[in-house]
Structures are given as structure tokens and as C-alpha cells.
């Protein structure tokens, strides 16, 4: 598609798969190893889900993850894993920029402590301990959705762009989301 080309949402759109994804059973697991990549436009503050399960808000934790940017009203960005008990919360320390076309990238690699796990907004990589409290042994259940969690909870804004969005069976560094950057960059889909 050309660089100009996005779905604009109204605050209400969202995508959802028909069935579990395979490659997100394995979110919750231990060893898990996985990367979320989103190409987007946000202009208003308050939470917004960049991808996340259908039944994230039931009340019982059930089986979920939610990749999240602005999760705390500010403009940083978060990830959530549960089974049946909340086993991973963590959120970023640096924010990304309103009104700018950003790349924001979560990578996970449970089964290695200290800043093996990254975020990654826009050019700037900060390391986290990505290992779950309690990792799950059984498979996630729940429907993928794309710009929400849990039943629509938490869809992009209005006015937001969204341009792209990739799952990765692997974690990447900084590096890795640069290099990905500086190909957006060449097409000219993202700023410099």
C-alpha cells in the first residue's frame, strides 16, 4: 500500500480473528518468546489497547494478554499477562509522542531476567525483566483482537491511524526495531 494509505478509526473499530491464533497460546507460557509490532497515529490521551484478548474484562482474570499503550493515562505503553491469576504486569518508563506517526514494539523473553525483554518506542529501546510469576501450563482461550482488548474494552481513539501491525515467534532487541524503523523510514511510511 502507498504510505498514505491507513484505516482511520472512530473510536468504536476494532478487528477481531475468528478463532485463537495458534502463536498466542503461547504468550502465556513459560519460555514464551514473541514480539508485537504496531505502525500507528495516536492524538488523544486515555487508554488504548494495541492488541489484546476478547474476554480481557471478565472479572476472573481468565486467559489473556493485552498490549497496551497509554495504559496509565499518560502517553507510555504496557503489556498484561494472566492465567487464572494476574502473572505479569509491566509498563514502560518512556513515553511516545502524540500526533506523530510512531512504531512501538513490546518483545518478551520470559525465561531470561533482567533487560532481556524490551520496549521499543520510535527509536528508543528500554529493557525489562519479562519472566511471568507464575507461568501458565495450559493454552490461552480467547479471541485475538487488534486495537482493543476484551470485548472491545479500550479501542484506539477516534481520529487515531492505524497502519500496520505484525506478531513475531521471536524477541527482538533494539537493533532489530531499528532496523525495522529505518525501512519505514526509507519508504517513507514514518518521519525521520
Same mark, same amino acid.
Given at each position: 500500500m502507498l504510505s498514505s494509505t491507513y484505516f482511520?478509526? !472512530?473510536g468504536g473499530d476494532f478487528f477481531r480473528c475468528k478463532s485463537q491464533p495458534a502463536f498466542i497460546q503461547k504468550w502465556h507460557k513459560a519460555t514464551a518468546t514473541v514480539t508485537c509490532?504496531?505502525?500507528?497515529?495516536?492524538d488523544d490521551l486515555g487508554i488504548q489497547a494495541g492488541c489484546g484478548t476478547q474476554a480481557r474484562d471478565i472479572g476472573n482474570h481468565g486467559m489473556f494478554i493485552d498490549?497496551?499503550?497509554n495504559a496509565t493515562g499518560i502517553t507510555n505503553m504496557g503489556v498484561t499477562i494472566s492465567d487464572t491469576a494476574s502473572l505479569y504486569n509491566q509498563g514502560s518508563t518512556a513515553e511516545w509522542t502524540e500526533n506523530t506517526i510512531q512504531l512501538l514494539g513490546i518483545s518478551i523473553d520470559e525465561a531470561s531476567a533482567g533487560t532481556a525483554s524490551k520496549h521499543y518506542i520510535d527509536g528508543t529501546t528500554e529493557g525489562y525483566d519479562g519472566s511471568y510469576?507464575? =507461568?501458565a501450563g495450559t493454552d490461552a482461550t480467547y479471541t485475538l483482537e487488534i486495537c482493543a482488548a476484551g470485548n472491545a474494552v479500550a479501542p484506539y481513539k477516534a481520529g487515531s491511524r492505524f497502519y500496520a501491525?505484525?506478531?513475531? =515467534?521471536t524477541t527482538l532487541d533494539g537493533a532489530g526495531? !531499528?532496523?525495522?524503523?529505518?525501512?519505514?523510514?526509507?519508504?517513507g511510511r514514518i518521519g525521520a
Open positions: 482511520t478509526l !472512530d509490532i504496531i505502525l500507528g497515529y495516536w498490549c497496551h499503550w510469576s507464575a =507461568p501491525c505484525a506478531f513475531l =515467534p526495531f !531499528d532496523a525495522i524503523r529505518a525501512e519505514l523510514v526509507t519508504q
